[in-house]
Nanobody, 119 residues
Framework: QVQLVESGGGLVQAGGSLRLSCAAS????????MGWYRQAPGKQRELVAG???????NYADSVKGRFTISRDNAKNTVDLQMNSLKPEDTAVYYC?????????????WGQGTQVTVSS
């Protein structure tokens, strides 16, 4: 089995920073893609930032220049540094990992971590 453990959410004032971390553990042979999504109340889940299987990074237009995604392949972790946070960044943030493990190629989701930005 594979587990994703997220940490780092919380409450911050506008203009502040938070860092989210996600660690994947378990029967993992290789990781193809990793990223962060978010879902605000009444809205669809959207990609915030991610690494593709080719190693490229993608960012939502709304976070470019403010958020930075990073990964540690040795530790199977992916982090999201969020700077200059805005109230519209308020959402539940989910880690997503597409990997090859004992169960084959499977998409895994973390439990979600709340990020609240006050104005």
């Amino acid at each position: 089995q594979v587990q994703l453990v997220e940490s780092g959410g919380g409450l911050v004032q506008a203009g502040g920073s938070l860092r989210l971390s996600c660690a994947a553990s378990g029967s993992i042979f290789s990781i193809n893609a990793m990223g962060w999504y978010r879902q605000a109340p009444g809205k669809q889940r959207e990609l915030v930032a991610g690494f593709t299987s080719g190693g490229n990074t993608n960012y939502a237009d709304s976070v470019k220049g403010r958020f930075t995604i990073s990964r540690d392949n040795a530790k199977n972790t992916v982090d999201l540094q969020m700077n200059s946070l805005k109230p519209e960044d308020t959402a539940v943030y989910y880690c997503n990992v597409f990997l090859f493990g004992i169960a084959g190629r499977v998409d895994y989701w973390g439990q979600g971590t709340q990020v609240t930005v006050s104005s």
